[in-house]
């Protein structure tokens, strides 16, 4: 097994359960852009959903505690743990040290020389180390949400089989022990040696036959799949400051995309509480149309180019099904989401509803027009082309935005309470502002620009006047309130204000949301629920677009030290115990990363603690592109600051 051991893993992880479940930080995640499995530093397959990441999950003890199913493998004696993942991969590597010896085992979700697998095969390769340690191990599904009971047997060649609705689970094994098959598991034991290795693996099938391959073949496709992680990370073009931060989260971006779509989950999981005990706990396993934006500007920093095509034109084919109108979220088939239910389980240490599904598709959010212009139009700025069924739509979306902008709505946050909320407002104005440049670009119809440049600087002229506080120097959460929201940050990174008005906005946000390097969400929510990641890092960019590049800097340093032991963040974080919250990993948080890394560089903050300044595909586009953003800053400063001009400096996205 190829693993690169002369690189040496991180420090102990710890192992510890609190009321039976593992810490949401002692997670780490495998994938083969179709399902992620979630895995705890003791050694337990936690969550594993089949056959791709929004279906069912077979095993599912992470929200479910022990009915919902996990696959358990460690030693036998009292251990502890050190873990990472193989250089450049999504493939992890975890040591398990007892007094009697250690052993490494590596995690795959396999891929074939060319992809994709016809089947779901998760490997467990098995290396001794030195010493002999006993292991154990089982393989223990769920009842998918009390929709089926397991029933194990063995298959006519005597392979342990787990049947589980129309589902399929073959447990592989050599030299792991003979199995001992129950009623709803299997399960055994071995002694590993120096040099000694040894193979437990589950391939899984839906509505169809199961294939069994040769457990050499399956060693094999895990070499293979720390070849094509590999061979896909040489394709990220960044070596800047934060490299180590930027290339693995460059990874769980391509951990988290659909492969056969471009779709981008928002995070593999569901129901992982924004505080233990409580209810705010939701299903993340969609496509939202904000992250990918966020994702698509994210891939064009990384120079990705593949990766941007096709979850872009996944985007636009799926939104046009619903244009002129652009729902939240949308399936990963890219269909319209139509039903949400709460599984009858325990929850995450006992917090609930556990959520199959998000009703957050009902709402009405403006601020994704923005989202869904702002990734068209920095394709276009990096000298690509839209086709003629794009720029139709494009125009309709456009002319729908003049019409509703002025209605109140949910929400970037996905509230009940109807406001008209700024983001809301600025993310219209960010689509009409897109929508008047591809006009001048060439790439739609212009028509109809005198009236989105009109409706776009009405929308700034709006904002200014009813979404500033004066006694607190900021843009509000909403009109008519004092409350603030660390959502404006954006309002930066899009060009819309980086003058006076948001450094003072910066600074309140810190008074009432802060102090740092973590942020609460919006006035109210702190003792609610967790800091939100993603606010601190869009900090960062406005720090950085403010000309406060130092406070980025080392805001960015401090968060970059945050993550878990192998680099993963999920949405939220307690600030006292520094315990994550929220579903994981997860996709924004890590995309937030990406773009304030590259913004942060792009300000001329990129210092050689991280080995100089980062080197992204694209860049001379990005510059080239400066001058059209440039031309863009007379209009836009019709409802903006002197120093929104300076939109040439960093790429619209």
Not at 80 to 102: C, D, I, K, M, P
Not at 145 to 157: I, V, Y
Not at 394 to 414: K, Q
Not at 517 to 523: A, F, G, T
Request: one cysteine or more; proline letters at 4%.
């Amino acid at each position: 097994m190829t693993t690169r051991p002369d690189v040496t893993t991180g420090p102990d992880v710890s192992t510890e359960r609190i009321d039976g479940f593992p810490p949401i930080e002692g997670l780490a995640a495998v994938g083969d852009g179709r399902t992620v499995a979630l895995i705890a530093a003791d050694g337990s397959v936690e969550w594993w959903a089949l056959p791709v990441a929004d279906s069912l999950p077979a095993f599912a003890s992470l929200v479910a505690g022990d009915e919902g199913g996990r696959w358990t493998l460690a030693p036998a004696a009292p251990f502890q743990a050190t873990r990472r993942y193989v250089e450049g991969t999504n493939v992890l590597e975890t040591t398990f040290t007892t007094e009697e010896g250690s052993v490494r085992v590596v995690d795959s979700l396999n891929l074939s020389a060319t992809g994709q697998l016809p089947w779901a095969e998760l490997a467990r390769v098995v290396h001794g180390v030195d010493g002999e340690v006993a292991m154990r191990w089982e393989v223990a599904p769920g009842d998918r949400f009390r929709t089926g009971q397991p029933w194990t047997e063995l298959s006519h060649s005597g392979i342990p089989i787990v049947q589980l609705g129309d589902q399929t689970l073959g447990v592989v094994c050599d030299a792991a022990g003979e199995p001992e098959v129950a009623r709803r598991r299997v399960s055994g034991s071995f002694t590993t040696g120096p040099g000694s290795q040894h193979l437990l693996a589950v391939v899984a099938t839906d509505a169809e036959p199961l294939f069994f391959p040769a457990a050499a073949f399956v060693v094999r496709r895990a070499e293979q799949t720390v070849g094509w992680w590999r061979a896909w990370d040489e394709r990220v073009h960044y070596e800047g400051r934060w490299q180590e931060a930027v290339r693995r989260s460059a990874l769980v971006l391509k951990l988290l995309t659909y492969s056969e779509t471009g779709a981008i989950l928002a995070a593999p999981t569901t129901s992982l509480p924004e505080v233990v005990g409580g209810t705010k706990n939701y299903d993340y396993r969609f496509a939202w149309v904000r992250d990918m934006a966020f994702a698509i500007g994210a891939m064009i920093r990384l120079g990705v180019e593949e990766e941007v095509h096709k979850s872009l034109s996944w985007l636009l084919s799926t939104v046009r099904r619903t244009a002129p109108d652009v729902h939240v979220f949308y399936s990963l088939d890219g269909s319209v989401a139509d039903s949400a239910d709460e599984a009858p389980v325990r929850g995450y240490r006992d917090s609930r509803p556990v959520q199959s599904g998000n009703q957050a598709e009902q709402q009405t959010q403006l601020e994704s027009f923005g989202a869904l212009f702002d990734p068209v139009w920095a394709y276009v700025d990096q000298g690509n082309h839209l086709d003629g069924r794009t720029a139709a739509m494009v125009v309709a979306c456009a002319d729908r935005v003049c019409d509703i902008w002025t209605h109140p709505d949910s929400g970037l946050w996905e509230l009940t309470d109807q406001q008209h909320y700024t983001a809301s407002k600025v993310g219209c104005w960010t689509a009409l502002d897109r929508a008047v440049r591809l006009a001048d670009a060439g790439q739609v119809a212009i028509r109809h620009r005198a009236r989105w440049e009109h409706e776009r600087d009405a929308i700034a002229t709006w904002v200014r006047t009813h979404c500033w506080s004066e006694s607190k120097q900021a843009y509000t959460f909403y009109a008519g309130t004092e409350s603030l929201d660390a959502a404006v940050l954006l309002s930066a990174r899009i060009g819309f204000d980086r003058g006076p008005r948001m450094r003072s906005t910066i600074d309140a946000l810190w008074s009432e949301l802060g102090p740092g390097p973590l942020l609460y969400r919006y006035s109210g929510t702190i003792g609610q629920e967790g800091a939100f990641l993603a606010c601190s890092f869009w900090m960062v960019e406005a720090l950085a677009l403010s000309d406060r590049v130092e406070e980025a800097v080392s805001l960015m340093d401090e968060l970059v030290g945050l993550a878990n032991d192998v680099g993963l963040y999920s949405e939220e974080m307690d600030r006292a115990s520094r315990r994550m919250l929220g579903n994981f990993p997860q996709a924004l948080t890590h995309l937030a990363l990406i773009n304030a890394a590259a913004v942060v560089e792009q300000c001329g903050g990129d210092g050689p603690a991280g080995g100089g300044g980062s080197r992204a595909r694209g860049g001379d586009r990005q510059e080239r592109g400066g001058d059209r953003q440039e031309r863009g800053g007379d209009r836009q400063e019709r409802g903006g600051d002197d120093e929104s001009r300076r939109v040439g400096a960093v790429p619209a996205t």
